[in-house]
């Protein structure tokens, strides 16, 4: 009977008794001496996954593998046999009738199951993943392994803003020279008076104010990188996974060092504990304050900045000296700020006739967002108008006499909320900057 016929014979017997190990690996041993050895490892490699230390079928997979001769000691079909003298002089035997040393061995393959760096054919499967399937499979709802920092990436940027960009602001400004700028570009004053290159700052004002144009701001003036931060970054379903991510977050700032963090919405991770129901939130809130002290790794050359509508949301814990310790407001910009944001949203835009003055002095309470959708609403009237008339004409004054009566500043109800929290919850001075805007307007 041809070799064929006996192959087609076994198939249709394993077929029929698929868990008949041994006949499956007698199969395999013949699927090898016929050159196929494609089909072979499929049984090979059911074999091994029934008895992953079974030595025949590790032998039949080496060899499939390898596409050598068989192992020795080992026959082509797979069963034992008594081989050749096997004492120290059994390796420089030539082989019977060649006259010839052995055929060298087979290159070396992945650890074979049961060796120390193997996980139960990990490395067999990876390999064979297009001809043998899996053994497990892993449900729908499993989350999906932890492989560790490389499977997390963030985005440090290169800001290539500075606080030239930044309309406005002195005060802000100067206040930033004094705690981070200034000590950066003196390091021999600064090794001289010990002033530390850690440190926090939180921006607290209206919503679209610039906080957070302000932070790349600064990080561009350092020529530090920057990195932002903000609840969606942090927050995993998993238990522990949200601390975990936020402690990477951290030490990636400290391995780009000299690097401007900046959190978002810092009052959503550091929310008042006392207020916080869920535990969840809770720790996250306790590894935020370890990682501003540098429990876990050295802060230095990291700056803090964080951002945030609701400072009295914020926990106190956090502004404590060493952590977010200094506090600046953010207010909706002055005059010379507004002129040069609506410079800024009008230099690329045909305009003629426009009164800057006219519209500054009509937007007091409107926030730099504000003054960039006034410019955006104006160019649109505009734009409508020369598709009805049919012709093309520039964005005049009358465009904005009109979007002004449309754009209401958004600063309004903030400033609402914020006055009740300057007279009734103002007992440690945070909001004594805050109180004094509002009196000089005229609000209290």
């Keep these: ?13 394993v077929n029929a008794s698929p868990q008949d190990v041994p006949l499956r690996l007698h199969l395999a041993g013949l699927l090898l001496d ?6 072979a490892i499929a049984h090979v490699g059911q074999a091994l996954a029934s008895n992953p230390a079974d030595p025949q079928a590790q032998a039949l997979m080496q060899r499939a593998l390898g596409g050598g001769a068989p192992a020795p000691g080992t026959p082509a079909s797979g069963t034992p046999a008594p081989g050749p003298a096997t004492g120290p002089d059994a390796a420089a035997e030539p082989a019977a009738g060649t006259g010839a040393a052995a055929d060298p061995p087979p290159p070396a393959r992945p650890p074979r199951p049961g060796q120390p760096g193997d ?49 406005g602001m002195t005060e802000v400004k100067e206040r930033l020279e004094l705690a981070f700028l200034g000590p950066l570009r003196n390091p021999e004053l600064r090794k001289l008076y010990g002033k530390s290159l850690r440190g926090g700052l939180m921006l607290y004002g209206p919503p679209g104010c610039g906080k957070t144009f302000l932070a790349k701001a600064i990080a561009g003036e350092m020529g530090a990188k920057f990195i932002s931060l903000s609840i969606v ?7 522990g996974n949200s601390e975990r991510n936020l402690h990477e977050l951290f030490q990636t700032a400290r391995r780009s060092a000299p690097c401007v963090l900046f959190l978002d919405e810092v009052d959503a991770l550091g929310h008042k504990r006392s207020k916080v129901t869920s ?14 002290d540098g429990v876990e790794g050295n802060n230095e050359g990291v700056f803090v900045l964080a951002a945030t509508n609701t400072p009295w949301d914020v926990d106190p814990a956090l502004r404590r000296p060493g952590r977010l310790d200094r506090v600046v407001l ?11 944001i609506l410079e800024y949203h009008l230099r690329e835009r045909p305009i003629a006739n426009i009164d800057i003055r006219r519209i500054v002095a009509a937007t007091e309470d409107f926030s730099g967002a504000d003054l960039a959708h006034l410019c955006e609403s104006a160019a649109e009237y505009a734009m409508a108008d020369s598709i009805r008339r049919g012709e093309v004409r520039m964005i005049e004054q009358r465009d904005f006499d009109r979007a002004l009566k449309d754009v209401r500043p958004s600063t ?26 509002l009196k000089r307007r005229k609000l209290i």
């Excluded at 016929?34 to 089909?39: D, H, M």
Aim: charged letters at 25%.
């Design 34 to 39: 016929a050159g196929r050895p494609a089909e």
């Design 233 to 239: 970054d942090v927050l995993d379903m998993w238990i």
């Design 119 to 167: 996980d139960s054919l990990a490395a067999y499967e990876q390999e064979l993943a297009d001809v043998v399937p899996p053994r497990f499979s892993p449900a729908g709802d499993q989350p999906e392994p932890v492989t560790g920092d490389a499977d997390r990436m963030f985005d440090v940027e290169v800001s290539t803003v500075r606080l030239g960009d930044v309309g």
């Design 330 to 340: 953010v207010l909706p910009p002055d005059a010379p700020a507004r002129t040069s």
């Design 279 to 292: 535990s969840g939130m809770r720790t996250i809130g306790n590894q935020l304050l370890a990682e501003l």
């Design 412 to 437: 309004k109800p903030w400033f609402a909320t914020a006055r009740n929290v300057a007279m009734f919850a103002n007992e440690g001075g945070m909001y004594d900057d805050l109180v004094g805007y």
């Design 1 to 13: 009977m041809s070799s064929d016929s006996v192959i087609d014979s076994l198939t249709s017997a």
